[in-house]
C-alpha cells in the first residue's frame, strides 16, 4: 500500500514540477506561478488516482472543474470567493468615487488589487481614478498592468475575464501615455479602444488631438466629427468644443466655408467662446469680410483679455492685420481719386486712411488731404492739413516746404519764409527739391521787396539745377526790375 501512494505523489509531483516547467517556458515565470494553484489541484487529483484507481472519480471532476472555472460568468459566487472578493471591493470603490469619497475609493481599490493581483477590472478602474486625481504616473502604470492581465492565459484560478474594464484601461493607457509624450502608444491604445467602443466620443476626443498635434488635419477633423456624432457619450461643452477644433482643422485643410459653418455651429452651442470668436474672425478676415472680422476680433480679444489668456494677443495681431487691411484700402482710394482730380472724394477716403494711419504715413497723407482742400479752394482746411503734416513729422523737409508754400501763397510771407529756410537747411546737399525751395524762397524775398536775396537765391538755384526754366525766369524778372530802377534813378 505505502509503495503505491508514495508511488502516487512522486507522479503527482512529476506531473506538477512537469507543468510548471511548461508554463514558465511558456508564459514566463510569472505565468506559471500564477496557475501554480490549478496544478496543484490537477496534480493531487492524478496522485489520488493513481493510488486509489476506484476512488478517482471525484478528485477528476473536481480538477476538472477547477480547470473549467475560469470559464464561469464574471459573478460566479465561486470565482468571487477565490478571488478574494474584489469585484465586492470594486463595485464598493465605484459608489465611493461616484460619492465624491475619492480617498475612500482609492482605498478600497488598493484592497481589491492586493486581494487578486490579476483582477484587470480593480487595476482599470483604480487607473481611471488616479487619472482623473492628475496622477498620470500612476494611472499609466495600473493600465498598462491590467491590460498584461487582459492578456494572460485563460488557465488560472486568478484571470481576469473580458468585460468593458478592458477598455478603460486602453482609454486611461492611451490618455496617460499621450501626457507623457509616448504618442505611438497612446495612437495603439486608444484605436483599440475605439474598435472596441466604436461610439465613445471620449476616446475620439483623445485621438483627435493626437492627430492634430502631428498636422494629421483631416484625420483629426474626422475624430472631432466622430465626437460629434456620439454626442451622447460626452457633454454638451465638449461637443461645442469639437465643432470649434473641426472648423480648425478644416480651415488648415483649405476648406473655407466648411470651417466657418463648424465653427459658428461652436458658437450657436457656446456663445461665450472666445476662441471660437477669434478663429470665426480670422477666416472672415482672410475671405474679405473684414468688417465682420473686425467685430469678431473685438469681441473675441475683450473676452480673452478678461480670462487672461494669451490668445489675446493673436486677436491683437489680427486686429491690427484687419485695421492695415481697410488703412491700405482709403490710403490707395484716396491718392487714386486725388490723381484723377476727384477732390472731394479724394477728402473723404483720405480722412478715413488718416484715421488709422500708422504715425510713419500720418504727414504724407496729410499733405496729400491738404493738396485735395487746396484744389477745392478751401483754403484754411488745406493750411490746418499742411500745419498737421508739419507738426506730425517736423523733421522732414518736405512738409516744412509745403507748408512755406501754402503760407506763402495766402500772404502769410514771415511765418513762410521760416518755413522755407527750415526746409532748406534739412534738405540733404543734392536733394532734388532743394532748387525748388530755394526758388520758393526767391519768391518770397521778392514779394516782400527785396530784390538782391530774392536774386541770390535764383542764382542758387539755378547753380544747383542750371534746367529750372521758373528760376530763370523769376532771375530774368528781378534783373529787369533792377534796371528799371537803376535807369528811373538816374
Known amino acids: 500500500m505505502f509503495p503505491k501512494r508514495l508511488k502516487g505523489l512522486v507522479s ?21 506561478a500564477d496557475q501554480l494553484l490549478t496544478l496543484t489541484i490537477v496534480a493531487a487529483a492524478i496522485g489520488f488516482a493513481q493510488a486509489k484507481p476506484k476512488l478517482a472519480y471525484l478528485p477528476v471532476m473536481l480538477a476538472l472543474l477547477v ?49 487578486n493581483p490579476r483582477y484587470g477590472k480593480a487595476k482599470a478602474t483604480a487607473a481611471a481614478l488616479h487619472l482623473a486625481m492628475g496622477q498620470t504616473d500612476k494611472a499609466y502604470e495600473l493600465a498598462s498592468a491590467a491590460l498584461k492581465d487582459y492578456e494572460r492565459p485563460i488557465f488560472t484560478i486568478a484571470r481576469t475575464r473580458p468585460d468593458g474594464a478592458k477598455n478603460v484601461a486602453l482609454f486611461v493607457a ?3 501615455a499621450a501626457q507623457f509624450g509616448y504618442y505611438d502608444d497612446a495612437l495603439v491604445r486608444l484605436t483599440q479602444a475605439a474598435l472596441a467602443d466604436p461610439v465613445n466620443g471620449l476616446i475620439h476626443w483623445e485621438l483627435a488631438g493626437i492627430f492634430a498635434k502631428d498636422g494629421l488635419w483631416k484625420e483629426a477633423a474626422d475624430a472631432y466629427e466622430r465626437v460629434i456624432a456620439a454626442a451622447g ?18 480651415a488648415r485643410m483649405g476648406r473655407v466655408d466648411d470651417a466657418l459653418a463648424s465653427l459658428q ?16 474672425g480670422a477666416i472672415k478676415l482672410a475671405q474679405g469680410r473684414v468688417n465682420e ?38 490710403k490707395t ?8 482730380r476727384d477732390y472731394q472724394g479724394a477728402v473723404q477716403w483720405l480722412k478715413r486712411a488718416i484715421a488709422l494711419a500708422p504715425p510713419s504715413d500720418r504727414a504724407e497723407l496729410d499733405l496729400s488731404l491738404a493738396q485735395a482742400y487746396w484744389n477745392l479752394d478751401r483754403l484754411e482746411e488745406a493750411i490746418a492739413s499742411y500745419r498737421e503734416a508739419a507738426a506730425t513729422d517736423p523733421r522732414n523737409p518736405r512738409t516744412r516746404h509745403s507748408l512755406g508754400w501754402a503760407l506763402g501763397a495766402i ?10 529756410k527750415a526746409a532748406i537747411t534739412m534738405y540733404a546737399s543734392g536733394a532734388p527739391e532743394l532748387p525748388s525751395a530755394h526758388s520758393l524762397l526767391g519768391v518770397i524775398y521778392e514779394l516782400t521787396g527785396r530784390g538782391e536775396a530774392a536774386r541770390a537765391e535764383y542764382l542758387m538755384a539755378l547753380s544747383l539745377d542750371p534746367s529750372d526754366v521758373r528760376a530763370r525766369a523769376n532771375l530774368d524778372r528781378v534783373v529787369r526790375a533792377a534796371q528799371v530802377i537803376g535807369t528811373s534813378g538816374e
Open 12 to 32: 503527482a509531483l512529476g506531473a506538477l514540477l512537469s507543468g510548471f516547467i511548461f508554463l514558465a517556458l511558456v508564459n514566463g515565470p510569472e505565468g506559471a
Open 67 to 115: 480547470v473549467q472555472w475560469p470559464l464561469a460568468a464574471p459573478d460566479d459566487s465561486i470565482a468571487a470567493a477565490l478571488a478574494g472578493r474584489s469585484q465586492g471591493l470594486v463595485l464598493a470603490a465605484e459608489k465611493a468615487a461616484a460619492a465624491g469619497q475619492v480617498d475612500a475609493a482609492e482605498g478600497l481599490l488598493d484592497r481589491a488589487v492586493r486581494a
Open 174 to 176: 492611451g490618455k496617460a
Open 233 to 250: 457619450s460626452v457633454d454638451r461643452t465638449t461637443v461645442a468644443q469639437a465643432y470649434r477644433l473641426r472648423g480648425e482643422a478644416l
Open 265 to 280: 455651429t461652436s458658437l450657436a452651442r457656446n456663445p461665450d467662446d472666445a476662441l471660437a470668436r477669434l478663429d470665426v
Open 293 to 330: 472680422a473686425m467685430g469678431d476680433l473685438r469681441v473675441a480679444r475683450d473676452k480673452l483679455l478678461a480670462n487672461g489668456d494669451p490668445a489675446a494677443e493673436q486677436a491683437e495681431q489680427l486686429l491690427d492685420r484687419a485695421y492695415q487691411f481697410i488703412y491700405e484700402g482709403y
Open 333 to 340: 482710394k484716396g491718392r487714386s481719386l486725388l490723381a484723377s
Open 411 to 420: 500772404g502769410q510771407f514771415k511765418e513762410a519764409e521760416a518755413e522755407v
